[in-house]
């Protein structure tokens, strides 16, 4: 690790670049297909999964992600300088020795330090399992695989570049080189002698060499290590597959010189890029863009046999247009429009909120539907893709609902679920490309598109109900006389629950058919099973209660509430019980946010709770007085 | 409807109460919670067996009703309520259906509790299995390897695994005696300044088994027993060491015939058998991440060899048995599959029943729905 670390201060490109102009044009590049984690994607998404996996956004203040990935590729230097990777926990800034900084932000060159500084620690680290480590712990050294992933993709084309440059004539003459030539690593490779000599020259302790010359040995002994390491890079695949083997392996530039695999075309398409690197160092726009134009067309036709370009296409206008986000902002504007509504022009702002959730309806949807697309197969199959389907499910419940009653209830409902949901949606995206492969079992679009999608309009529905149970509780508390309005939201509890416990059962057991089917047991006890059973247990309990009086109309508002833990905790708490065949994206922070929810629902119940029953008994008691009255 | 007696129709249809149903139900989430979070301690199958397999579940001295027990109550209620109770007739075809559903489900869960078989087939490359190993049952197996053609198996079944069970049968010239046996063992080297007991023989001549600590999941767990053998001849009696997947095979020899001992995993016999052709993983280009499993075989069946492919939910079904890719034993002279064997009698019961509840809430949802969400102007 030491070693590595104290290379990377030397690993700046000898030559200096001139900053890219503002002709510089992105967007060719942002097409080329690549293969990552799987799948084949546009260099833009690879571009902006790292940009948020680093900064938390995927974009910088003055770089969009291609720009900044176009800097890393070919500009380390520049690249190292640049404060990019979030460090949010101070125990983790501490650790590494680093001063706080505002925003949070550090430079590759300030982290390679602190970790320079805390290389024992570091190594005492990496040799112990996850499990055994502490929460900071694990942050600590998950900025440091974030640390790496930069390096590896920073030195994508190192092999390529000219790198290595002699000085000093006596040097040169030793390794067979002329002072002040550029060379690669490629360069070198074909060149035994270079190697060698700096093999000889090292062991010799540079016996006979001056001081300065002794340190460009160094050094250049430092960056030929690194660079025969950087043979194995092979996040970068941007190599299609080699026609005359069939296979769906994309390889990185380095990886194809090391494997042998190349071609004249795949050679050629390297040249394209080197033709890119030496436009970008020397700041020439024009021939820039017309570089990235051809690398685009040769992609393209190279890749043609295993993606469309439409395809690719698609996927970069649904990471432009950022649908998710726009609708969240209808959502909140929503919101805010019905707020307003209570207090001024109430029918004009109503009309408005509705057609802000609406609206805002169509971008979630039209994202979503890009995203079955894409991908082709169903929309749900992550956790990530769990939140936004229930969110989308929560607002057409809303649209539904104020179509047919016309109260600004159903806005609400679809406003507050449709932002609260689409907000964890972005807190999720950070964690990598949301569009993932997925493991064996997952891969089946029949189930996922019965089971899974069932079982989430369930849990969409159950969201529902549960701010249905808030409206109800709140209005009895503040509008205890208001006794029709709040029987009607009490008779939507009743429907939105029956519908809740007919989407969650039917999930569940379109879940146990396919376990069925699967491997072989309809039900296995698997925490994440017994989750959607909890939800569908409380839902009986709560209808039968009802149905016996052992609950009234707030006890099933109470009831509904709470549904929203349990959903909360079959959704998200069971993955942190990490057993079983469904634990999949587990953060550690769902913890923390997880009991804050629960406790605020839990505590809202009661509270509500209290409330509405003491408010209904004085307003008993006015009731019996009033008659009292009466037949006096 | 069925009418009853005056007399027996209020205890009767006591049972069939909504508010039994009700709290029964609520103690069915509870368990559910319960279960799910013991899980983390004691891993799946003991808290299976403690929560949701049981009749009763101690907490200290109180005996708290379990899953079974549970599950039982809400099914009488049921049964009664849609026998002999009215009420949930009229007007209420719905969510009389539903119920109609929900018993047979129930149902199903019983006959799958009480009749499914289930367990694992490992084949290694170009072998041919008949037999499926269960997951949890033991059994001691001693196997007559002298036959040419064919290996004569004497197995004695999980009950006689413990201390002072003596095992006879009329093939075998010797007995065994269960001295010891460990749910989960570990072995040490026996060391040298203590001289070996005379009478150990094999594997127990150089190494000595403990008992260890029971694993969290029950399959962890690696069983083993120390036994005398008794009638088989000076030189040959004597206490043997048996643990499982032992990896040299502990035998003796007595009648001039060699006799191996086996504890290993409960096979059942199947009336077929399945040779493995090929097992293949393809990985996500680029990725150490699983796309799909899949294993080519030969099932051979009456003089029948047919071809057929077993993969990540496509699995094969064959005489009431159906063959599962549950997992892989990897090795460079080729992999070896594992599949997982069920053979289920309630396994229809789901799918009809599921049927059946969706038509049941879909009638009360359109019999109830303009009731629930009325329209504005309606009103």
Redesign the interface.
């Known amino acids: 690790m030491k070693r590595l670390l104290s290379s990377i201060l030397l690993l700046s490109s000898v030559v200096a670049a001139a900053s890219p102009t503002p002709d510089f044009t992105f967007k060719e590049l942002g097409l080329v297909p690549m293969?990552?984690?799987?799948?084949i994607k546009p260099l833009d998404t690879f571009a902006r999964i790292h940009l948020l996996a680093f900064y938390g956004r995927s974009k910088l203040p003055d770089q969009s992600a291609m720009q900044w990935l176009a800097e890393l590729l070919f500009d380390e230097s520049r690249a190292y300088d640049r404060r990019v990777f979030n460090v949010s926990d101070y125990a983790v800034v501490e650790a590494l020795g680093l001063e706080r900084t505002e925003g949070h932000k550090y430079s590759f060159y300030e982290l390679t330090q602190g970790f320079q500084s805390q290389a024992e620690t570091f190594s005492q680290l990496l040799n112990k399992k996850e499990e055994e480590r502490t929460s900071v712990q694990n942050h600590m050294v998950e900025v440091y695989e974030k640390y790496l992933r930069y390096l590896e993709i920073s030195r994508s084309f190192s092999v390529f570049l000219p790198q290595f440059e002699v000085s000093s004539p006596k040097l040169a003459l030793a390794l067979t080189v002329q002072p002040g030539e550029r060379l690669s690593f490629r360069d070198l490779m074909k060149r035994k002698q270079f190697e060698e000599g700096i093999r000889r020259l090292v062991t010799s302790k540079g016996a006979g060499l001056t001081d300065d010359e002794k340190r460009e040995l160094a050094e250049l002994s430092i960056r030929y290590d690194r660079a025969q390491r950087d043979v194995q890079t092979?996040i970068f695949?941007i190599i299609p597959p080699q026609w005359q083997h069939a296979?769906?392996?994309?390889l990185a530039p380095t990886a194809l010189m090391g494997s042998g695999l190349g071609s004249p075309e795949s050679t050629q398409y390297l040249n394209l890029w080197k033709g890119l690197y030496e436009a970008y160092h020397s700041g020439d726009g024009r021939k820039w863009n017309e570089t990235s134009a051809r690398i685009l067309v040769e992609s393209q036709q190279h890749a043609a046999k295993v993606i469309s370009p439409w395809k690719i296409r698609l996927e970069n206008a649904y990471n432009r247009f950022d649908f998710f986000t726009y609708s969240l902002a209808l959502y909140i504007a929503s919101f805010l429009a019905l707020a307003f509504s209570w207090m001024i022009w109430p029918q004009a702002l109503a009309r408005w909120s509705f057609g802000l959730l609406a609206a805002g309806g169509v971008f979630h949807l039209a994202g979503m539907v890009m995203r079955v697309v894409i991908m082709g197969r169903p929309p749900v199959a992550t956790l990530y893709e769990s939140i936004i389907f229930v969110g989308l499910t929560a607002v057409v419940f809303g649209l539904v609902?104020e179509r047919?009653?016309?109260?600004g209830l159903g806005t609400l409902i679809g406003a507050v679920s449709g932002a609260i949901l689409q907000f964890m949606g972005t807190r999720y995206e950070t964690s990598g490309d949301t569009m993932g492969?997925l493991?064996?079992?997952l891969?089946?679009n029949f189930?996922l598109a019965t089971h899974v999608v069932t079982i989430t309009i369930g849990y969409g529905s159950c969201f529902v109900g549960g701010v249905l149970g808030h409206v109800y509780l709140l209005s009895r508390i503040f509008k205890p006389k208001d006794q029709a309005k709040a029987d009607e939201v009490s008779?939507?509890i009743?429907?939105v629950s029956?519908?809740s416990?007919?989407f969650t059962?039917?999930g569940t057991?379109?879940g146990?058919?396919w376990a069925?089917?699967?491997?072989?047991?309809?039900?296995?006890?698997?925490?994440k099973e017994?989750?959607a059973?909890?939800i569908v247990?409380?839902l009986?309990?709560l209808l039968?209660?009802r149905?016996?009086g052992?609950v009234g109309k707030i006890g099933m508002a109470v009831g509904m509430v709470l549904t929203n833990v349990i959903v909360a905790l079959a959704w998200f708490g069971?993955n942190l019980?990490?057993?079983?065949l469904h634990s999949y994206g587990f953060t550690s922070n769902i913890a923390t946010n997880l009991a804050l929810f629960c406790g605020a629902e839990i505590l809202f119940s009661i509270v509500t709770y209290a409330m509405a029953k003491q408010k209904e008994q004085l307003l008993d008691k006015d009731e019996s007085l009033r008659k009292g009255i009466v037949q006096t | 409807m069925i009418p009853l007696p005056e007399k027996a129709k209020k205890y009767v249809l006591f049972l069939a109460k909504t508010e039994i149903f009700t709290f029964a139900v609520f103690w069915l989430m509870c368990l559910t919670v319960a279960g799910t979070l013991a899980q983390r301690s004691m891993g799946l199958f003991r808290a299976q067996e403690l929560f949701f397999s049981s009749f009763i579940y101690w907490v200290g001295y109180i005996p708290l009703p379990g899953g079974y027990t549970t599950m039982g109550v809400i099914f009488i209620g049921l049964l009664i309520k849609l026998l002999f109770d009215s009420t949930l007739k009229n007007g209420k075809l719905g969510i009389w259906i539903t119920h109609v559903g929900a018993l047979l489900l129930l149902l199903g869960g019983f006959l799958t509790a009480a009749f499914s078989q289930e367990g694992a087939m490992v084949i290694p490359p170009n072998q041919t299995v008949n037999f499926v190993n269960d997951y949890h049952k033991l059994e001691l197996a001693v196997t007559d390897t002298s036959p040419a053609d064919h290996d004569q198996v004497t197995a004695f079944g999980a009950g006689w695994l413990k201390p002072g069970s003596v095992m006879k049968a009329p093939v075998l010239p010797f007995e065994i005696e269960v001295v010891r046996y460990f749910k989960n063992v570990r072995f040490d080297r026996r060391n040298g300044m203590i001289a070996a007991a005379p009478d150990l023989r094999g594997f127990a001549a150089n190494f000595e088994l403990r008992g260890a600590p029971e694993a969290k999941e029950a399959e962890q767990n690696q069983a083993g027993a120390l036994l005398r053998i008794r009638g088989a001849g000076a030189g040959k009696d004597g206490t043997y060491a048996l643990f499982e997947e032992m990896p040299v095979r502990q035998t003796l020899e007595a009648n001039g015939k060699t006799y191996a001992l086996d504890l290993r995993r409960a096979r059942t016999i199947l009336p077929f058998k399945l040779h493995l052709i090929q097992f293949e993983k393809k990985m996500h280009p680029g990725t150490g991440m699983a796309k799909s499993y899949k294993s080519v075989v030969t099932l051979q069946d009456g003089g029948i060899s047919q071809r057929a492919l077993i993969q990540m939910n496509e699995p094969l079904r064959h005489r009431g048995y159906t063959f599962y890719q549950s997992s892989f034993i990897e090795h460079p002279a080729g992999d070896t599959t594992v599949l997982a064997v069920v053979k289920n009698a309630g396994r229809t019961f789901p799918y009809i029943s599921s049927i059946i509840m969706c038509i049941g809430l879909l009638v009360h949802l359109m019999i109830q729905a303009p009731k629930l969400i009325r329209n504005r102007q309606g009103e």
């Open positions: 293969l990552h984690e799987g799948r092979e695949r296979s769906d392996l994309w609902l047919m009653r016309r109260n492969m493991v064996a079992v891969n089946t189930w008779r939507n009743v429907g029956l519908v416990l007919f059962m039917f057991i379109l146990g058919i069925d089917q699967s491997w072989g047991r309809f039900w296995g006890w698997d925490p017994n989750g059973l909890w247990l409380w009986l309990f039968h209660a149905l016996c052992i069971v019980l990490n057993v079983g």
